[in-house]
């Protein structure tokens, strides 16, 4: 948490200077860990149409990637692809051998005119000794609601529920798809802090979907911005840098939830089309929008800038893909 404290005081300090340079480097930490699951180049292709593609991100013990974009961008795609719910179509998706995976689905497939307890709930797909219940549910806040029914919780409660079921089993990784969907904005506070707290405890990883394409949990460390592809990636910024948002949501909300600012020059529409910044509409990102996002100064403080390319080498962005590529992610550099 202090360490964290500390990247966003860094990045604040940065911002006032330099903060191109300052967030390329905050944006692309060298990860010395194993990764708990990478993917490179990850396309996922059905009924003749990709869903997503180029998908490139890996998650280290302990980290925050939170996905957003529009409905039908990929997100779910993405994190069923990661943990290999769906099978890649190309690229490769890498897990560490034996991962663990705790999986809170957007949609539940239960029949919900059955009577159903919270502590049958946990052990409806495998079994779960009763002290693992209880210490699923107690740190999720709810052992007090171990004998209710589902039906009757509320919004807030439900999702504490699939979170309690989710880290039972001691995941390494931890797949939110929408964690807060049907909660209010003091309930968004309150699960965002839980799942905070389970990152703080655990050490585990944690792949994060969100609905909202501005707002992400301040601790988040990648986002990553989805429409058929990544249309960008980076840091969020906190909250509190913003007195206005402060003022109307209180102390808390700055700790707990930031702004994700895009670095793309289009909008993605609620219905999943694309405006660009001429006015026009298409159903998809073009190719060259939203493709560099990740700008390097060249040769120290005020050389000119250098863009990195996000895709792999068949994105269809027309630019000279013969450069030498950059890192092991099958980045490109453009000449
Ligand atoms: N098995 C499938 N066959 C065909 N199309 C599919 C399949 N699964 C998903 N899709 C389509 O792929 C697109 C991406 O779906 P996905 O659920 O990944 O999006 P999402 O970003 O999670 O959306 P939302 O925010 O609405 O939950 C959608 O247009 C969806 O209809």
Known sequence: MLLHQLRYAITCAISGGNRLFGKMMLQTPTKTVQPLVSLA?????????????????????????????????????????????????EGTVERKAGLKVGYVPQKLAVDWTMPLTVDRLMTLTSPLKGAEIDAALEATGIRH???????????????????????????????????????????????????????????????????????VMAETDTVICLNGHVCCRGTPEIVSQSPEYLKLFGARAGQTLAFYNHNHDHTHLPDGRVQHADGSITDDC????GHHVEILPTGGKAGPMRIVHTHGPNCGCDHDHSAAPVGSKGERRDA
């Not at 009924?47 to 980290?63: D, K, M, N, T, Y």
């Not at 919004?155 to 964690?179: M, N, S, T």
């Not at 073009?286 to 929008?289: A, G, I, N, Q």
């Open 41 to 89: 180049g990850v396309g996922v292709r059905r009924q003749g149409r990709w869903l997503v593609r180029g998908v490139e991100f890996s998650i280290a013990p302990g980290e925050i990637v939170t996905l957003i974009g529009p409905n039908g961008s990929g997100k779910s795609t993405t994190a069923k692809a990661a943990i290999g719910v769906l099978k890649a179509d």
């Open 145 to 215: 609601l171990a004998r209710a029914e589902v039906q009757h919780l509320s919004g807030g409660e439900f999702q504490r529920a699939l979170l309690a079921r989710a880290i039972a089993r001691k995941p390494d990784l931890l797949v939110l798809d929408e964690p807060v969907q049907g909660v209010d904005f003091s309930g968004e506070i309150a699960l965002y802090d839980l799942i905070k707290t389970i990152r703080n405890t655990t050490g585990c990883g944690i792949l994060l979907i969100s609905h909202d394409l501005h707002v």
């Open 286 to 289: 073009r190719p060259d929008d």
